[in-house]
């Protein structure tokens, strides 16, 4: 598994539609072949930072996932609503293993 983890920080007034452009773009990709998961997670302690928990079957499918439309659409559509600029970690999973549950 190829795992990207997002961190967002959305300014305040923003933040409901951010929601909601982010929910879009999270169904669409839960739909691409390679996602075996997307989750959209917002902080307990701040309702403006959120997490976006990406998990693809190989680092390909990650490029794949960034030339299609609804992410191009999602990233052209929150840019101005984020509060600083979004911060990504990628990672390569250790356990559970591929197969582990996905």
């Known amino acids: 598994m190829y795992i990207v983890s997002v ?3 959305v300014k305040p007034g923003n933040v409901e539609e951010f929601v909601q452009a982010t929910l879009a773009n999270a169904e669409a ?7 075996a998961r997307f989750d959209v997670l917002r902080a307990e302690d701040d ?4 997490l976006l928990y990406e998990a693809y ?3 390909d499918d ?3 996932h960034q030339k299609t439309a609804h992410y191009l659409a999602w ?3 929150v840019k101005d609503w984020m509060a600083e600029p979004r911060t990504g970690v990628r990672h ?6 591929d197969s582990g549950g996905w």
Request: positive net charge.
């Open 7 to 9: 961190t967002i920080k």
């Open 29 to 35: 990709t839960r739909g691409e072949s390679g996602n």
């Open 47 to 50: 309702p403006t930072r959120f």
């Open 57 to 59: 079957r190989t680092k």
């Open 62 to 64: 990650f490029v794949a």
């Open 75 to 77: 990233r052209d559509t």
């Open 92 to 97: 390569v999973n250790v356990f559970p293993g």
